[in-house]
């Protein structure tokens, strides 16, 4: 391995390895490696891995992070991939005043292009988060990390609740639904939206319950007349849900448009049956065509780097027409 890379800083650690900075030898390209530990034999390497190096072939889209090389050595799996300097909660950290509107919307863009990438090859991610969404000086953003992704197969196999961080978790997850589909994603997205306009967690939850409680007293109580079929769900407990009524999502995003509202609103329906989706989500008029100038905070000097991006929103198949200032 220390022959094809230097090995210059780690980036982060997680349940299943740690991620490190390097540089080829050969190209002088900087990389990002996960280092995927094997802790026995008997073990073997971890369903996650395996999973994300399995959706990350056959996957190629601009917004999608690529996955370079595969080694095996030593008892490890080393997965390299294609080096990002950010992601966008570290992006969001840096900012000293709330993000741009523009910025948003080209972020947003960007990741709806992703999503509709993906599910349209049946492939969910169930991990949306600002720590799995990249960034790289141009303003570039690409989602990353699909340990927990999965490619759906009809008819829709029982997945287990365990997945999505918590505060980006849907609704039909934590009620129990065993057979949830590509809407858990656009909740998520929803959730990471309002972050961009918040500057904070929109649902911060401490617990499974504090978080649906969260998610009612902003939405309202769910009940059969607005998600049919929810009296079925093994965790919906009727008689013992506070009833919140709607109507509180708008008073607690105050810096969105009325466009931006509109297409949060869509996202973060209770019923996941009527959730927007990816694909109609992008000719939403929320995420339109733009012209705008970004500075990103590098954090580690604190310099700024200027990028025009203009953006046409019915290129569903990604981004073009990005300049250099």
């Known amino acids: 391995m220390s022959r094809l890379y230097q090995k210059l800083g780690k980036l982060g650690e997680g349940t299943y390895g740690v991620v490190f900075k390097a540089r080829e030898q050969a190209t002088n390209v900087l990389v990002a490696i996960k280092k995927i530990r094997l802790d026995s034999e008997e073990d073997g390497v971890p369903c996650t891995a395996i999973r994300e190096i399995a959706l990350l072939k056959q996957m190629k889209h601009r917004n999608v992070v690529r996955l370079l090389d595969v080694i095996s050595e030593h008892r490890r799996i080393f997965l390299v991939f294609e080096y990002l300097e950010f992601d966008l909660k570290k992006y969001m950290q840096g900012l000293r005043s709330p993000m741009q509107t523009m910025v948003i919307k080209s972020f947003l863009y960007q990741l709806l292009c992703a999503l509709a990438y993906c599910h349209a090859r049946r492939i969910i991610h169930r991990d949306i988060k600002p720590q799995n969404l990249l960034l790289d000086e141009r303003g570039t953003l690409k989602v990353a990390d699909f340990g927990l992704g999965r490619t759906l197969e009809l ?3 029982s997945f287990t609740r365990e997945v999505v961080t918590l505060w980006y ?4 997850i934590l009620l129990g ?6 809407p858990v994603d656009i909740w998520a997205t929803g959730c990471v939206l309002a972050e961009m306009a918040l500057g904070s ?6 617990a499974e319950i ?8 902003a939405l309202g109580t ?4 607005t998600w049919p079929g929810i009296s079925k769900l093994r965790d919906y407990k009727a008689a013992t849900f506070p009833c919140w009524g709607p109507g509180k999502l708008k008073t607690m995003v105050t810096n969105l448009d009325p466009a931006g509202m509109d297409l949060l609103g869509r996202m973060l329906v209770l019923d996941p049956a009527r959730r927007v989706s990816a694909r109609a989500a992008l000719s939403h008029v929320f995420p339109s065509c733009w012209v705008v100038t970004i500075g990103i905070d590098v954090l580690r000097r ?3 780097v200027a990028l025009q991006l203009a953006i046409n929103a019915n290129e569903i198949k990604g981004i073009r027409g990005y300049v250099i200032l």
Request: proline residues 18%; without cysteine; aromatic residues 18%.
């Open 302 to 304: 604190h310099r700024q």
């Open 155 to 157: 008819p829709y196999a």
């Open 210 to 217: 504090d978080q649906l409680f969260k998610m009612f007293q």
């Open 169 to 172: 978790r849907a609704p039909e």
């Open 201 to 206: 967690p929109l649902f911060p939850g401490d």
């Open 177 to 182: 639904q065993p057979d949830y589909s590509f």
């Open 222 to 225: 769910p009940s059969e007349k």
